[in-house]
């Protein structure tokens, strides 16, 4: 599907800058951002399910421990 992005001047020309530097098209480097952004926001939602299940088992511990 066909979408319109509209950058400033600065961002179109960091995009442009940042698609040269790697050989890339503009969209491409759009795309993988994107997908880049996609998986980090993924993996967090995962972190956090993870860590809400286990903080909990292990206060104790953790509390035994002090502070970081």
């Keep these: 599907m066909?979408?319109?992005l509209r950058l400033t001047d600065e961002e179109n020309r960091r995009l442009a800058e940042l698609a040269a530097a790697e050989g890339r098209s503009?969209?491409?480097v759009i795309r993988?951002?994107?997908a880049d952004?996609?998986?980090r926001q993924q993996r967090d939602g995962e972190l956090g399910e993870v860590l809400g299940r286990?903080?909990?088992r292990y206060r104790g511990l953790l509390d035994g421990l002090g502070p970081a």
């Design 54 to 56: 286990v903080l909990p």
């Design 37 to 39: 952004r996609w998986t």
């Design 2 to 4: 066909a979408m319109t």
């Design 26 to 28: 503009k969209q491409e």
């Design 32 to 34: 993988l951002a994107l």
